[in-house]
């Protein structure tokens, strides 16, 4: 598929999505949001659905930008002029009332009364809201494209790809800022501190590595950066209320 405006993919149960060469396994629940210019194509497993919604560039008036403006990250990727291969990837599985959302968004992509155009935006708004509620803990920014024109974007990247390792000091080094300075306009910017923002990237990658790989839970803590065992299982079970063992097994279930 091509996207000539926003094209929003909903996979119903486990499929490959492949951008550009970059082969990402995803599950039933996870959410694509694709800007215009981006090539992509779905692998679904045998028996699984997939749900492909296109949107027209004049979708994006200024009534209906001005509808998500408080939702800063998706603002920015659906303000983006031509761009090419730019992404959002989202893993929702988990999140039922997001589920009902795109449920409700798809059901009214469905309809033909004279009512539809001003009913689908009501539900595309609803629906990205709700999206926005839940990015921090769900956007998987290591598979996304995260906006190559921001600066933001741009660290959340160097962060994801090098999450084992990154610091403070080695990322604003990256980007040629003074470490204080760094550190205040992150916070800023991302509304929390690059600390918890590394850590938060780090559960997310071994909740990934949990449910698409057999390495062992030490393997994991190690692979990620974690190099004691017991904090990771800690911060683990904080951030998603269950350990890892356990969440692994409920997701096999």
């Known amino acids: 598929c091509t996207g000539t405006g926003i094209n929003f993919l ?15 396994v995803c599950f039933a629940g996870n959410i694509f949001l694709f800007r ?27 009534l209906f930008l001005s509808q ?3 939702c800063p990250v998706l603002y920015d990727f659906l303000r983006l002029g031509v761009c090419k291969n730019e992404f959002l990837y989202f893993d929702c599985g988990s999140d039922i009332s997001l589920q009902h959302y795109s449920k409700s968004l798809q059901l009214e ?18 629906f990205l809201s ?15 494209s ?20 990154a610091t403070l000091a080695t990322t604003s080094a990256h980007f040629n800022y003074n470490p204080a300075y760094f550190s205040t306009m992150f916070q800023r910017k991302v509304h929390c501190s690059f600390t918890a923002k590394i850590q938060e990237i ?32 800690r911060r683990f079970k904080l951030t998603y209320g269950i350990t890892p063992g356990k969440y692994r097994r409920e997701i096999k279930k």
């Open 10 to 24: 909903f996979l119903e149960g486990d499929a490959a999505v492949s951008i550009n060469g970059q082969r990402t």
């Open 36 to 62: 215009n210019c981006c090539e992509f194509t779905v692998e679904p497993k045998t028996g699984s659905e997939h749900y492909l919604a296109c949107y027209k560039e004049d979708l994006l008036d200024t």
């Open 109 to 126: 992509l469905c309809g033909s009364d004279s009512l539809s155009d001003k009913t689908v935006r009501c539900a595309t708004v609803l």
């Open 68 to 70: 998500i403006a408080d």
């Open 130 to 144: 709700n999206l926005h509620r839940v990015h921090r803990q769900n956007l998987v920014i290591s598979e996304s």
């Open 146 to 165: 995260m906006m190559k024109e921001y600066l933001i974007g741009n660290i959340l990247k160097y962060m994801a790809d090098n999450y084992s390792t």
């Open 202 to 233: 780090r559960l997310e990658q071994a909740r990934r590595l949990l449910v698409s790989t057999g390495l062992s839970i030490q393997h994991i803590s190690e692979n990620i950066g974690f190099h004691e065992k017991s904090y990771f299982y």
